[in-house]
């Protein structure tokens, strides 16, 4: 039975919305005090941030694991041949590296004395693998080498200062001809600073264009882009001193900045166009300012929290490095969200009036439709809802986009398929999705790396670059019974499938400890590695010491990242759930509409595999990834799924958050569906375009970062986000809801009554204040 209901708390919601209405018109009355403090804390944070900032790095352990219990026993019991290792690789393409021979010692020398270093071999005077492929140290024409260094801690979290010491021990074999180049986690020490600069300058500049060309002021355009870099500025600061308290991945300020920018500039954009269009209607800029953070600055205030709802999902994951970097990103949207409410007002009230004095061509904000030609309006219509009609404003005629809902209405099973069938196209990859962890043979060759990287393979094969160590824990085994457990083992390790050569068991110091390692017939990112793997710790080994109180372990830099594989992928569907299933509940507490809810999570994870598959395609099957500056066909980061889920669920609730509000909006004014739809496309569709055209030029811009894993995730980024904005938002969106009618806000009165009161527009019409649908 449908019938009216009064606001749930209407007084409540009054009180809060007045909040953000005298936030909004104290910050642009006094824009000078609030511009001077955004820019005091900027100053402030940077320089406190250089001063005692933290530095990143991909020093992270997972605990439990069977790779770092591994880890530790081999501390425990050898610490030498523990820790965490990585080649410094010689090579001469002239002679023999035996005439070096004492260069060679002079550096293997030098390089133990260096801090945290446990220990350093050399390859010249190391014993080679003999009866199977050569795997070194040392090549069978004596021309490429490499010197396996232990360090008690991840190299690449020793800071860049720390390569000053070892380019000095290494300077006499540089000095006598030799190529020598830094592999695993020292090479990664070693590559060039990240420098984002130019991506932000690429976003920056075809956001300029696409503002002046959506709205045509210059002041408009230029606003939301300063007071975006004002507050991502801010968030990196604040970034940089919580990585002095914790541990962050170096790739996190450049995500930070990449979701930081986006959300920034969309929210600005967002408030700026309420704003001006509030300016056209007639109110003075105080007032203007205030009702625009009052309206579309609580859909901001939702908004952000959904995106930062969604990133703190990540947390579900269980591992610290994958928490961490939501928490990374939404330092960045909380400050966008603060930047909206306060320093966009703050710059509202310092243009005025003169906000579209400087313009390319007639300004324009928002498109308020007027009552269809001899349509007789009901009370409420021909005004937006929450606000009185003005003397200025008349009738207006239907532009594009409204003409455009109408043919959505009048088809909107035809328009229904199209945006399933396109979907279901670009997702279909995903079904052959292959997560791994990107080697570097996929880095630029102006890394040493990968150069490093090159070398061994030539030499050595591919699997030396990601040696396996195996680790036999026989310490609770009897003394009389070690000699035979030796010989079963060593037979066990005998023929492995996919393993290129297994070195034959070694017993540590204290005879505690079996040691021997693995080398895969294929590159430590390859899918038989990671099988190699897997065999090795649930099959080879423990059958190897079957009937023995004896533990085995799989360990090393390659073990440790398929540890990681399987629990980020045992863990994601755990995620996608947990997220969506917020994402669900703040969208029914706002719009009180089940359908709505459902419907909004559905059509988001829709878009979201769709961006997967466009991923999967370009950089596991290779379509256009040379053109990205990726060599080769390479699997997708484990951890990049994960990321983009919660990343891209957020953001997409950004856009469908302002497009519902003004649904909603439209439909508690007139108990029209149909039309409170075409209203909403009409006056939305301008600013969605720009906001996702400038959040994709944003993300894209970062495909030209040399880091593999930022051109994944700014790929995935920027093609969710222009899926979301077209097929979902022009073709899904409207006919989903046309095709539901009134039954869209139908929410049960019993689930009504539990759900908190949200106000996504600040009208005090939220919740139960539905024209109809409650039952």
Known sequence: MSHQQPAHGSGTLVRRAGVLHATGSWCARHFVVVIVLWIAALVALQAVQHAYGGDYSDNFAIPGTQSQDGLDVLEKH????????????????????????????????????????????????????????????LSADGKTAYIIVRFSEQPSSLGSGYLDGVDSAVRPLRSAGAEVEYGGSLGELARPKANDRVSEAIGFGVAVLVLLIGFGSLLAALLPLITALICVVCGLGLLGLLAAATTFATVSPTLATMIGLGVGIDYALFLVTRHRQNLMDGRDPVAAAGA????????VLLSGCTVIIALCGLWVSGIGFIGKLGVAAAVTVVTAVLGALTLVPAMLGLTGRYIDRIHVRKPVAEVEPGPEPGAEPGPERGARPGREPTAERGPTTHGTWHRYAQRVERRPWWFLAAGVVVLAVLAFPVFFIQLGHIGDGADPKSFTDRRAYDLMSTAFGPGSNGPLTLVIDQSEVPQSDRSALESQAQQSLAKVPDAAFITPLTATQDGDVLTATAYSVAAPQDERTTSLVNHLSDDVLPAAVHGTAADTYVTGTTAGQVDFLDIVSSR????????????????????????????????????????????????????????????????????????????????????????????????????????????????????????????????AAFIISDNIVVKMLGLGLAVSVLIDATVVRLLLVPAVMTLLGRAAWWTPRWLDRVLPHLDAEGSGTAGGAKASGNT
Request: a negative charge.
């Open 78 to 137: 050898a610490p030498s041949a523990g820790g965490y290792s990585s080649q410094v690789v010689v090579h001469d393409a002239d002679k023999p590296l035996s005439g070096l021979s004492s260069q060679m010692s002079t550096v293997v020398g030098s390089l133990q004395k260096l801090p945290d270093v446990l220990s350093a071999q050399n390859p010249l005077t190391a014993p080679s693998s003999t009866g199977g492929p050569d795997v070194g140290p």
């Open 292 to 299: 625009a953070t009052a309206t579309s600055g609580r859909a």
């Open 572 to 699: 994601l569907p755990l995620i996608i759930a947990v997220v969506v299933g917020l994402a669900f509940l703040v969208i029914l507490a706002v719009f009180r509409g089940l359908l709505v809810a459902v419907k909004a999570a559905l059509l988001n994870v829709l878009s979201i595999a769709a961006s997967y598959g466009v991923v999967v395609a370009v950089f596991q099957w290779g379509w256009g990834g040379p053109a990205l500056g990726v060599s080769g066909d390479v699997p997708i980061e484990s951890y990049v799924p994960m990321m983009m889920f919660a990343i891209v669920f957020g953001l997409s609730m950004d856009y469908e958050i302002f497009l519902l509000t003004r649904i909603h909006e439209a439909w508690l004014a007139t108990n029209d569906p149909r039309a409170s739809v075409a209203h909403a496309l009409e006056i939305t569709a301008r600013v969605i375009t720009c906001a996702a055209l400038i959040m994709v030029s944003v993300f």
